[in-house]
């Protein structure tokens, strides 16, 4: 799916398991005691500075190699290609301004990748009942990350399926339920839902 994949990038290793909340705890560390340092030693300062850093001055937007090239040349402790694909919510390979300045907001992952797939649902699903259904393909009430990657990928969501599940499945079990999709994305209203029935399907086994 889309161009962000991380092992299309030639010489770059496969994606490595990372903790969406760890992970932006690293980088906000990060982003305070090293971008903006290395952005002020240059004049610049804020989010604009932070951006331009990463190599957004030019043209507006930071692409994969871009990020880490940079966040490896200045050690960055986390795991730079996974965040990448956590901050590009879109999964077009580039990352916008917009979308850097998000993910220095306490509220990044309801507001980025949890948003963007509940966005997605909301046109596929009348409740998220049905869409729990869907995505439980053996039908145990748990969802495996495969499982939910495998499926979410079928139905045509345009971002990174595996970024999803790692910011829903909040105990860090890889074991995803119906309870914490609803505290995470909570409910798919009744307009919502009408809206889903034009375009989407209702619940059931996804053919493969």
């Known amino acids: 799916m889309g161009a962000a994949c991380s092992d299309c990038i030639k010489g770059e290793p496969a994606k490595k398991i990372i903790d969406p909340v760890e992970e932006l705890n690293i980088f906000k560390k990060f982003y305070n005691d090293t ?3 290395e952005a002020k030693k240059k004049g610049k300062s804020g989010l604009k500075g932070a951006f331009d850093e990463l190599g957004g001055g030019n043209d507006g937007q930071v692409t994969r190699e ?11 402790p986390g795991d730079a290609s996974g965040l990448f694909d956590l901050v590009d919510v879109d999964n077009e390979g580039l ?10 907001k306490s509220d990044f992952i309801k507001q980025g990748p949890v948003r963007a797939f509940k966005s997605f649902l909301m046109k596929k699903f009348k409740s998220l009942d049905d869409a729990f259904a869907t995505l439980d393909q053996s039908q145990d009430n748990h969802i495996e990350e495969t499982e939910f990657v495998t499926i979410v990928e079928k139905l045509g969501y345009d971002g990174d ?13 890889h074991d995803l339920s119906l309870s914490e999709m609803t505290k995470m994305l909570g409910s798919l209203t009744q307009k919502e839902g009408k809206e889903g029935k034009k375009g989407g399907k209702k619940k059931g086994k996804v053919d493969g």
Do not use: P, Q, S
Not at 66 to 76: D, V
């Open 66 to 76: 871009e990020m880490m090239k940079y966040l490896t040349r200045n050690n960055y």
């Open 95 to 104: 990352v916008t301004k917009a979308e850097f300045g998000a993910i220095t």
């Open 35 to 37: 971008i903006l340092h």
């Open 161 to 173: 399926a595996t970024i999803v599940y790692r910011c829903l499945d909040e105990d860090r079990d």
